[in-house]
């Protein structure tokens, strides 16, 4: 729901969110990320918008495929498994680094907490928070 354009164009809706505070997650931009620099200014352009932040994970998500199956032993799950493991533990996308835990999520995450806000009779949504996964730790930040 984060971002979603039509809950901030429908001012029905939009005024309820902003009446209730409603609160969306998303997947967190890492526009400090080099290679968001190198890569996201094109993609910026192309949609002429930013692009959803889970496309930038699937995006990542791709490669990892795609060097597994270049890497690992065909039809053998323990070399499957060692490959993802490996390239997980080594790949910095777009979306920042793939480390996994031992749940298989990610070990380093950020998400970005999101609100709408009525000004001069408009709707928008602003970034509330961010919520970021460090050391097994949660902080918060406004």
């Avoid at 620099?37 to 094109?42: D, E, I, L, S, T």
Wanted: hydrophobic residues 40%.
């Amino acid at each position: 729901m984060a971002l979603n354009r039509g809950l901030i164009n429908d001012d029905n809706a939009a005024s309820f969110a902003a009446v209730i505070s409603v609160k969306a997650p998303i997947y967190g931009y890492v526009g400090e990320n080099d290679i968001y620099q190198a890569v996201g200014p094109r993609i910026e352009e192309r949609l002429g918008r930013l692009p959803e932040s889970y496309a930038l994970t699937a995006y990542d998500a791709l490669w990892i495929a795609t060097f597994v199956d270049l890497d690992a032993i065909p039809d053998n799950d323990e070399s499957l498994k060692m490959a993802v493991n490996t390239l997980t533990d080594t790949y910095h996308g777009i979306s920042g680094w793939t480390i996994l835990n031992e749940n298989g999520d990610r070990k380093y995450w950020d998400y970005d907490i999101w609100t709408v806000t009525e000004e001069n009779g408009s709707y928008q949504w602003k970034k509330d928070e961010r919520v970021i996964m460090r050391d097994e730790k949660l902080i918060f930040i406004q």
